[in-house]
């Protein structure tokens, strides 16, 4: 398995970040190679390409099945021959392909993004506070919880 080696791309999900995952991968000659937080909807092929593709030929199947069959449920016996239908349209090695040029993956085209599009990343990925400013925030904390406590008293009288 080293010999060749595989590349899997991956996001920061907890299973495929544990010591388990990473070490199989490590004794099994995988490198994985993780998406940064919030990205996946713009970075992962799958995503891209073919799973956005995949639910609206389902959403498209179960409306023409409803449509065709006025008053009728849809039960669990449907859901598959329905989702086959979307299946078969949508995971092609065109829509495959697609999703890892628009992701910039293959080829690679690091323009294919601009700054604005992974603004998300910014909502939670901030600097680490320093000394000062986790002590400001432990204060604020504080006075939180002083004016909580003393309103609980005064609905306790």
Not at 100 to 114: A, D, R, T
Request: glycine share 4%.
């Amino acid at each position: 398995m080293k010999e060749n080696p595989t590349l899997i791309l991956i996001d920061n999900h907890e299973t495929h970040c544990s010591i388990n995952a990473i070490n199989y991968a490590r004794n099994h000659g995988i490198h994985l190679l993780s998406f940064p937080p919030h990205t996946s909807h713009k970075l992962q092929p799958l995503d891209v390409g073919v799973y956005s593709s995949f639910k609206a030929n389902c959403k498209t199947a179960f409306n023409n099945c409803m449509a065709t069959n006025l008053g009728k449920q849809i039960t669990i016996y449907d859901g598959p021959a329905l989702s086959n239908i979307a299946f078969t349209n949508s995971f092609t090695i065109k829509n495959i392909t697609s999703g890892f040029k628009m992701s910039g993956l293959w080829p690679i085209n690091q323009l294919v993004f601009n700054d604005e599009d992974f603004l998300s990343c910014y909502v939670t990925d901030h600097p680490a506070a320093t000394s000062n400013e986790q002590q400001t925030e432990n204060e604020a904390n504080n006075n939180i919880n002083i004016v909580n406590n003393s309103s609980e008293e005064k609905k306790r009288r």
